[in-house]
C-alpha cells in the first residue's frame, strides 16, 4: 500500500518496548476496559500487544460462520463481544492508515483469533463506534478478512463485507494494513489489497488496535508486534 504524497496530519509508530497492564505508551492510548468499561484491554509483554482474557465464558458463535469449523452454529450471534480494544488519544484526521506486524503461536481452530485494526474510533464509557478491518489468525482454508462498523454499545456492531479463504489467513510475521479515505474502506495482506467496501456513518475518530473476544486462554498466542498510523485530513 501506498501512503498518499502528502504530509501527514498526525502519525504515530510504536514497538512495544514496555510491559504495561493496559497499554498506555505515556497515556497515548484508552483501553476497552480502563477506559470504555464494556470491553477489555490490550496488554503488552515482550514486545508484543495482545488482549486480555476476555469476561465471556462461551465461545464465539455465529451463523455466517457456521462453516468455519470450530466454535460455529446456526442462530443468533452468541457472546458479549467485549473484545480488546485500544484506540489513540487526541484528535486525528479523519483519512487513516494503520499498519501492523502479526505475533501468532500455536494456531488453533478452536477459537476465532482475530488481529484487528481500527479506523475513526471514538471511546468513551460504554460508548465506542468506529470501524476495525481484520484478519483471521489462521493459515488455513478457515481464514478470513472482514469490515466491522462498531455503532456504540457493546455487541452493537455491523458487519459490512465477509471473505472467506485460505489467502484471508494470516500468520507470523505477516503485514495487516488498513485505510479509510472518505468513505471507503480497505484491507491488505503483505501488500495486497483483500478487500474494501464504502460507508459513510462515521466520519471522525482515532486509529487504533484490538482483537477479538472469546478466545479462551489463547489470547496471549496472538497480537501485534509493532503498529504505525498516518492520518491526513
Same mark, same amino acid.
Given at each position: 500500500?501506498?501512503?498518499?504524497? @502528502?504530509?501527514?496530519? %498526525?502519525?504515530?509508530? #510504536?514497538?512495544?518496548? @514496555?510491559?504495561?497492564?493496559?497499554?498506555?505508551?505515556?497515556?497515548?492510548?484508552?483501553?476497552?476496559?480502563?477506559?470504555?468499561? !464494556?470491553?477489555?484491554?490490550?496488554?503488552?509483554?515482550?514486545? =508484543?500487544?495482545?488482549?486480555?482474557?476476555?469476561?465471556?465464558?462461551?465461545?464465539? %458463535? %455465529?451463523?455466517?460462520?457456521? +462453516?468455519?469449523?470450530?466454535?460455529?452454529?446456526?442462530?443468533?450471534? =452468541?457472546?458479549?463481544?467485549? !473484545?480488546? #480494544?485500544?484506540?489513540?488519544?487526541?484528535?486525528?484526521?479523519? &483519512?487513516?492508515?494503520?499498519?501492523?506486524?502479526?505475533?501468532?503461536? &500455536?494456531? #488453533?481452530?478452536?477459537?476465532?483469533?482475530?488481529?484487528?485494526i481500527r479506523l475513526r474510533h471514538n471511546m468513551k464509557p460504554k460508548f465506542c463506534n468506529g470501524y476495525e478491518v481484520f484478519f483471521r489468525v489462521l493459515d488455513s482454508?478457515?481464514?478470513?478478512?472482514?469490515?466491522? %462498523?462498531? /455503532?456504540?454499545? =457493546?455487541?452493537?456492531?455491523?458487519?459490512?463485507?465477509?471473505?472467506?479463504? @485460505?489467502?484471508?489467513?494470516?500468520?507470523?510475521?505477516?503485514?495487516?494494513?488498513?485505510?479509510?479515505?472518505? /468513505?471507503?474502506?480497505?484491507?491488505?495482506? /503483505?501488500?495486497?489489497?483483500?478487500?474494501?467496501?464504502?460507508?459513510?456513518?462515521?466520519?471522525?475518530?482515532?486509529?487504533?488496535?484490538?482483537? &477479538?473476544?472469546?478466545?479462551? +486462554? #489463547?489470547?496471549?498466542?496472538?497480537?501485534?508486534?509493532?503498529?504505525?498510523?498516518?492520518?491526513?485530513?
Amino acid at each position: 500500500m501506498e501512503l498518499p504524497k @502528502k504530509t501527514p496530519v %498526525r502519525s504515530y509508530k #510504536t514497538e512495544f518496548k @514496555k510491559n504495561e497492564t493496559p497499554i498506555s505508551e505515556g497515556g497515548l492510548w484508552l483501553n476497552g476496559r480502563k477506559d470504555g468499561i !464494556d470491553w477489555c484491554d490490550v496488554l503488552v509483554k515482550d514486545g =508484543v500487544a495482545f488482549g486480555e482474557v476476555s469476561r465471556n465464558q462461551v465461545a464465539e %458463535r %455465529r451463523a455466517e460462520q457456521a +462453516t468455519l469449523g470450530a466454535g460455529a452454529a446456526t442462530g443468533a450471534a =452468541v457472546g458479549d463481544y467485549d !473484545d480488546p #480494544t485500544a484506540v489513540l488519544t487526541g484528535q486525528w484526521g479523519p &483519512n487513516q492508515y494503520g499498519k501492523v506486524k502479526v505475533f501468532s503461536r &500455536n494456531q #488453533t481452530d478452536k477459537y476465532f483469533q482475530e488481529v484487528q485494526i481500527r479506523l475513526r474510533h471514538n471511546m468513551k464509557p460504554k460508548f465506542c463506534n468506529g470501524y476495525e478491518v481484520f484478519f483471521r489468525v489462521l493459515d488455513s482454508d478457515a481464514g478470513y478478512a472482514e469490515i466491522v %462498523r462498531w /455503532n456504540g454499545p =457493546v455487541g452493537g456492531w455491523t458487519s459490512l463485507k465477509k471473505l472467506i479463504g @485460505k489467502k484471508f489467513g494470516v500468520k507470523d510475521g505477516d503485514i495487516i494494513e488498513a485505510s479509510i479515505v472518505g /468513505n471507503v474502506i480497505t484491507g491488505y495482506l /503483505n501488500g495486497a489489497e483483500m478487500i474494501s467496501v464504502v460507508d459513510d456513518n462515521i466520519k471522525s475518530g482515532a486509529p487504533g488496535i484490538g482483537f &477479538n473476544f472469546g478466545v479462551g +486462554t #489463547t489470547n496471549a498466542d496472538h497480537g501485534v508486534r509493532t503498529f504505525e498510523v498516518h492520518t491526513y485530513d
